[in-house]
């Protein structure tokens, strides 16, 4: 029944690593996005696709690559992660763009170590 | 200077309080803005837009000041599950940036019995 849903909650992993997060959601939004929020507690948008087109790409080391295989689902992938990297990755949806009704998923955890 | 402008806090205040919280932007254009809630390691929740005539939503009622560029949230009569952070959010309206949100790093509320 969740509405967006990200796996995993958390992420532990080594410098130098590569790791994904995947996320879903059920409301039949058309666009979703990728939000981080640091150790100050900035929410801060990173990309955002409409209806599997990307639309938002803020300045984000392209060591981050998004992919929305449909418009329900989307994922991030990181290369060759650093310490910088550390921080909670939300996805969320709204109903269709520039509505900026979000709903968020539960966040993943990544830490670097 | 950052987009969104709010006081960390942390407000601790008693059971059956009022309070308020402030936040500015500094966009003089934007058209949209909100107030999230986030509670802790959880995700940012939609709590209320923010309307220019001003907004109430049972004990909660937003207030906007375009003349000023700043937002308010009242609480009254303050409840312990009114603890968590309060985001307050602005909605670029403008070219290449048009739709994108806005998060300040919020103000934390702490209600004690």
């Known amino acids: 029944d969740t509405a967006v849903s990200q796996t995993p909650k958390y992420l532990v992993t080594q410098m130098g690593n590569d790791k994904s997060i995947k996320c879903e959601q059920n409301?039949?939004?058309?666009?979703m996005y990728w939000y981080k929020q640091d150790s100050k507690k900035f929410l801060k948008i990173m990309f955002s696709y409409n209806n599997k087109e990307l639309i938002i790409n803020e300045t984000v080391p392209n060591r981050f690559s998004p992919k929305s295989p449909d418009k329900a689902h989307l994922n991030l992938h990181i290369n060759s992660l650093e310490l910088g990297d550390s921080a909670v990755y939300f996805c969320?949806?709204?109903?269709?763009?520039?509505?900026?009704?979000?709903?968020f998923g539960s966040g993943t955890q990544l830490s670097v170590l | 200077r950052k987009e969104v402008e709010q006081d960390p806090g942390p407000f601790n205040v008693p059971e059956g309080a009022t309070v308020a919280f402030n936040c500015t932007y500094s966009?003089?254009?934007?058209?949209?803005f909100f107030w999230y809630r986030q509670d802790c390691r959880k995700e940012p929740k939609l709590l209320m837009s923010v309307y220019s005539s001003g907004n109430e939503d049972g004990r909660f009622t937003a207030q906007l000041n375009r003349a000023s560029q700043y937002i308010s949230l009242l609480i009254r009569d303050s409840k312990l599950s009114d603890s968590a952070t309060y985001l307050c959010v602005v909605s670029s309206d403008r070219g290449s940036t048009l739709g994108r949100l806005y998060f300040g790093r919020g103000t934390q509320l702490t209600v004690w019995p």
């Open positions: 969320a949806s709204s109903p269709y763009r520039f509505n900026e009704k979000l709903f």
């Open positions: 966009n003089s254009a934007s058209q949209s």
């Open positions: 409301l039949g939004h058309d666009t």
